[in-house]
């Protein structure tokens, strides 16, 4: 079925040119002038993706898509600004209100481009195999409640040392904090955990918190090894991934992704927690991919991004979730971080059993050779921490 895309932007000439960009292809054009035009487009018909400037008369952006998201949570939110470092556009993406900006002026094919990607990736992590397993199955991952309670305090913008004692509830999460921000990319001394979120940025600590206690779960004895060793290959992937951003494109790791690593592989837990010793076994064998598609039917990419985006985890971080082993998918949106994530991904392989299929193309895509990036993560000594 055709999918519809909502436009909300008060400049005429906009509309004009969206309209024409979208003639001859399957997707269905609504426009609105303001939120509340938008609003009522909403109740009266079914869509898909809303695409919304920051700054509209009446109801900003910002105020729009926080509705939506409470209304209609399957749609998926983009926010449009003219200016990278607004503040209200920052705010929009930290708080995950939109899953995704897009500076104007647009350039016309690339905007076709991330539009299809949107698309594909809502089905990939909507496909019927999926949710037959999802559906078929009792006991599936929850969020964790510390998560919860932290989403709740920075929602309501409560001060850090109330955050840092929500935090400190869970020992093993204050302490992989602090083991984060002690790390080499902060390069911060600290045992205070309010000093640590104040460096590595609330959203970050979002994420961290996720993902430890996602690695946390009730554990049986038997499998703490081979959790930890995921854990390990995963903090691992999340120290390169900051690394080989910082390296090749000369600049840090956005902050919205700096948890692209730590979260990548999550679906195989998520896996566990559905299939136990069956995906265990898979786990282990030799043929780890063809197992995992033969015997379980969906990948552990494609469930690590279903759960990641019902958590409302923002979009670059389920992409590379979705995307780690294929990096150069034509869908892929953010290409060069899940570039990198890819790199890092395959690098992080310590104790851990290899097994990542590593894409030499990526190596061409970024326009660097494959030794100075093994130069660069020998050079880091993250490998032999
Ligand atoms: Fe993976
Ligand atoms: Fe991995």
Redesign the pocket.
Known sequence: MGKTILLVDNNEPIHILFQKLFIDTEYTIQIAKSGNEALSLLEKSQIDLILSDIYLTEMNGYDLLTQVQKEYPKVFRVILSENKKDKLLLKAIQKNIAKLYIYKPWDNQNLLKVIRGIFEFMNSISSPELIKIINNHEGLPTLPSLYNHLCEAIHNDEDIDNIASIIKKDQAVAAQILHIANSAFFGIKTSSIAHAIINIGLNNIKNIVLATSVFNTNLPASRMKAFAQLWQHAYLCNQLTSLLYLRIFNKKVPVEYLSAGLL??I??IVLISIFGNDYYNILESDDFYNKEKEEIGIT??QIGGYFLDWWELPMPVVESVLY??EPLNINVVNKDLIAIVHLA?YYAQAEAKS??ILNEEVFTYLGIEKHIVEQYVNESGILSQ
């Open positions: 990548h592989d679906g195989k552990h990419q780690h082993h991904d097994t990542t």
